[in-house]
């Protein structure tokens, strides 16, 4: 996926490799997450570098060659089309989320089937207009009011193709949930985030990774109900049709193993078995990312999510079967 014409510069800080290694063996067994042996390659968290503006990196994923789709998969995608309009009480998706559940479903349109069900149920629970305008404004509220600071990082590796997003897991208020115009507000906001994190069928193909700082969580603040907890994973992970490169968990608390142990047997396979705990930096993330501050380094993420939300809803309005 990478473009000669699609360069970015990068500000690279920290000379320390950030690794991932649990030091609760037994937990992580429990967990059954992959081996956690990563290592950044150039002195960041997850190998990871800063964007200073609006970096082409994002903008290049307009490129109308990254929605170009096989004789296989085009065949795949209208079996699934052909059964949702053929099925009663099923609302149509769009041509670009057939094929996504074409390529991620690999033609089982039965295991489809589950997502287009699951997707459409979580839409109307949380009233999803499923826009580009709304996504812009609920992308925004849930960044700038419900959980500042929750956002350190948002982009595109052009090297391997896939997404990426950091964020900081003790942002999250676990009040936030005790309203339910403000949880709708929450799940409403986390569907668009997974919208931008999948502008184009290339990303779709190769995955997003999630980073996720675990430093400083406080039970009395963070700590939200366990049954909230597997709602909150399962809802957006069980219905979004999703790939992913990994999701690393950095200075986890017990309190977090504890979560996501007692969570497991809830949360979807294909989110467990990509789960790394136990990684380490020299530093909280935030204080890699906050350039120069982190309201600016939310700022910066918060404009790649919509630039990359508005590539998506483009992309849904101009691309057919």
């Known amino acids: 996926m990478s473009n000669a014409a699609c360069t970015t510069q990068h500000h690279e800080i920290g000379q320390d ?23 950044a390659e150039s002195g960041s968290p997850h190998g990871r570098q800063i964007e200073n503006s609006l970096p082409e990196s994002v903008v290049c994923q307009s490129d109308p060659r990254f929605m170009q789709i096989s004789n296989q998969d085009h065949q795949r995608a209208m079996k699934i089309k052909c059964v949702v309009e053929a099925t009663p009480n099923l609302e149509s998706l769009s041509d670009v989320m057939y094929v996504q559940l074409a390529i991620l479903c690999k033609g089982d349109v039965e295991h489809a089937m589950n997502h287009v069900y699951n997707l459409q149920a979580f839409k109307q629970e949380y009233t999803i207009v499923d826009s580009w305008e709304e996504g812009k404004e609920l992308s925004e509220d849930l960044v700038r009011n419900l959980f500042p600071g929750w956002l350190l990082s948002f982009d595109f590796d052009e090297d391997h193709g896939n997404s990426f997003i950091a964020l900081d897991l003790t942002k999250v208020d676990k009040r936030s949930f005790q309203c339910p115009r403000t949880a709708r507000r929450i799940f409403a906001g986390l569907y668009y985030m997974f919208q931008a994190l999948f502008p184009n069928l290339e990303v779709v193909r190769k995955g997003h990774t999630q980073v996720v700082e675990c430093e400083g969580f406080d039970l009395s603040r963070n700590m939200v109900d366990i049954n909230i907890f597997v709602r909150l994973m399962t809802e957006i992970h069980g219905s979004y049709p ?80």
Do not use: W
């Open 17 to 39: 490799s950030a690794t991932c290694g649990g030091t609760d063996p037994e937990n992580e067994e429990s967990l059954q997450v992959q081996p956690a042996n990563h290592e």
């Open 242 to 321: 999703t790939a992913f490169g990994g999701v690393y968990f950095y200075h986890t608390p017990m309190a977090i193993n504890l979560m996501l142990a007692l969570a497991k047997r809830s949360l979807p396979e294909h989110l467990v078995s990509n789960i790394v705990m136990g990684c380490t930096f020299v530093s909280r993330l935030d204080q890699f990312y906050a350039i120069p501050t982190l309201e600016a380094a939310s700022q910066r993420a918060l404009d790649k999510i919509q630039e990359s939300l508005r590539i998506r809803y483009e992309n849904e309005h101009t691309f057919s079967l």
